[in-house]
């Protein structure tokens, strides 16, 4: 467990479990998922959040954007695979999958997934062994922190 | 490259019975047709570029930018157990042939299974949604083209109706006509199979994509290469190292369109690489890289015949125009915008692209619209070059592990 420095305002921490916690969801009351992705997990935090970055066993790079509060306000992955976005998206899944299945119709055909809703946005790119994405909840992202600086 | 209008193409049905003969596409590619001589197997499968199967009653929900085609299955090794489906999507961004339950209405395939008899089932995640279904096995005739023994994917099967958790955890079920929006899916990508070697691995780092069904329950299973839902095109005895897209160039919005599809890079006299530039792509992602204004999009462009519209970027980015009011994922430039943008392969190979973005709200606003130039939405921080990028255009895909003149797959060349 040795902390570094890094740019000046990150400090990586390496630990033995991987977190996981929800969108929305307080980053406490989460050891109970630690064994549900498994992988390596770095933390790194600035003034604005703290960032904990899992490397799932299935290939995805998972970061889950933890506010000041506790709370988990973003969450993004890549991978060749989706992660479990039901684990991820936590109370909003079912909400993502209406929104989804709306959206295809909408659509008229098939595409990237980009909900906008007031209180929930997700984003899904990517095809076949190739996705990344991308959900926050708009008003619980940090004072300072815009929607582009979740990566 | 002639353009047919709607009228003209509403035969997709025949399609395939036409293909058996060679010389089939006159109506759409008489100019590339020809083979390589006699003997050559009729390698072009016309597509048409329309409102598809959902656009009648009941439905009434016409697609937009989706190329459709038929495929003839067989039970494996018979000529007369066989049935043609219409209204099947092309999509270059994915491997496999899917097929909706209700679809195959007049022949039954064999079940796929494990040694000890259980039947395999697949759970297939898009970007915008799964598949779940059972694993068969069909001879799959396109044009002259014959994959024998193919197992794909039937989606929406009443004898598997639960879907397991883990399955719709990556996403919202397109298990039937109105949430596919296509009676199937045939995915001609890059990619041999649509899992790989991670199915063939178990423990944690199987993604799940392949499940034994006992009576009990489905449970999560490894799936050799062989026996994965492969793209149908590696099976072929020849011709089996790519394909080809061919679409007219479109202006505003129409009806439909018709092209090709053509099989095999440099295997016949119709199908060579002429002058396009080969593009080789990351192989473990299947991306290029994309700039766009002097920003450099690494390892985030992809060229997607499954995907309707140009997605890139998003309305935060400089000189991006805002999305629709009503259709958040489209954009509604006031008038039509140009834009260029340059993809790079991974072999160094650099080329500019001219595309449009018109209004989408505009483009789409006639129900009996079914290809639309200029249709685009967001995508933050990826390129997803769809199928308006292939009006105008012969895309080659060439399949990984396949040799051609253009050297191994995988790469796409226009």
Redesign the interface.
């Known amino acids: 467990m040795n902390p570094r420095i890094m740019r000046g305002l990150l400090a990586f921490l390496l630990l033995p479990l991987p977190a996981l916690a929800s969108l929305g969801g307080d980053v406490t009351s989460v050891q109970s998922d630690q064994a549900k992705m498994?992988g390596s997990l770095r933390t790194s935090s600035n003034n604005s959040y703290t960032l904990h970055e899992i490397q799932t066993?299935?290939?995805v790079a998972v970061k889950e954007y933890v506010s000041p509060s506790g709370k988990v306000f973003a969450v993004t992955w890549q991978g060749?695979?989706?992660p479990?976005?039901?684990?991820l998206l936590g109370t909003y899944f079912d909400q993502f999958?209406?929104a989804?299945?709306a959206?295809?119709?909408?659509?008229?055909?098939?595409?990237?997934?980009?909900?906008?809703q007031a209180g929930f946005v997700v984003?899904?790119?990517?095809?076949?062994?190739?996705?990344?994405g991308?959900a926050y909840v708009p008003q619980m992202l940090p004072a300072g922190i815009r929607?582009?600086d979740i990566? | 490259m002639i353009r047919v209008r709607l009228q003209n193409v509403l035969y997709w049905g025949l399609a395939g019975a036409l293909a058996a003969t060679a010389g089939c596409s006159g109506s759409s590619n008489g100019g590339s047709t020809g083979g390589g001589g006699g003997g050559s197997t009729a390698n072009v499968q016309a597509i048409s570029v329309t409102t598809g199967p959902t656009a009648g009653p009941p439905l009434n929900s016409p697609y937009i930018n989706g190329a459709f085609t038929s495929v003839t299955v067989c039970v494996p090794g018979s000529t007369t157990s066989c049935q043609t489906i219409s209204g099947i999507l092309v999509d270059t961004g994915s491997s496999g042939l899917r097929i909706l339950s209700s679809a195959l209405t007049s022949v039954s395939l064999p079940q796929q299974t494990a040694a000890n008899g259980d039947a395999i089932v697949e759970c297939l995640p898009f970007v915008d949604g799964i598949t779940w279904g059972p694993v068969q096995t069909a001879d799959m005739t396109i044009a002259g083209e014959k994959a024998k023994s193919l197992p794909i994917q039937v989606i929406g099967s009443s004898n598997f109706s639960t879907i397991p958790k883990a399955c719709t955890n990556f996403g919202a079920p397109e298990d039937d006509l109105s949430t596919l929006g296509a009676n199937g899916i045939l995915g001609v990508g890059p990619a041999a199979q649509d899992c790989g070697t991670a199915c063939t691995v178990s423990g944690p780092s199987n993604p799940g994509l392949y499940y034994v069904c006992p009576a009990a329950g489905c449970e999560v299973t490894t799936q050799s290469l062989s026996n994965q839902v492969v793209n149908p095109i590696v099976l072929f005895a020849a011709d089996n190292n790519g394909v080809i897209i061919e679409l007219p160039s479109v202006t505003g919005s129409e009806a439909g369109v018709s092209g090709s599809m053509i099989f095999g890079i440099g295997t016949q006299a119709n199908n060579g690489l002429g002058n396009a530039t080969v593009y080789t792509m990351d192989p473990s992602t299947g991306n290029f890289t994309t700039v766009f204004n002097n920003v450099t999009y690494s390892d985030a462009g992809f060229l997607d015949s499954g995907s309707n519209a140009i997605y890139f970027l998003d309305s935060n980015t400089q000189g991006m125009p805002p999305t629709c009011a009503d259709a958040t994922f489209w954009y509604c430039p006031t008038g039509t915008q140009n834009f260029s943008a340059t993809n790079q392969g991974a072999n160094g190979a650099s080329g500019t692209i001219q595309f449009v973005v018109g209004n989408a709200d505009t483009l789409t606003a006639n129900e009996t619209i079914g290809v639309a130039n200029g249709l685009a939405g967001p995508n933050p921080g990826t390129f997803d070059w769809g199928l308006p990028f292939f009006f105008g255009r012969t895309v080659y895909t060439a399949i990984e592990g396949q040799s051609t003149p253009g050297g191994a797959g995988p790469y796409w060349a226009y």
């Open positions: 498994q066993s299935t290939g060749p695979f989706h479990d976005l039901r684990q999958t209406q989804e299945q959206q295809r119709t909408q659509r008229r055909g098939h595409g990237p997934v980009s909900i906008q984003q899904i790119a990517g095809h076949m062994r190739s996705f990344s991308k929607a582009e990566r």
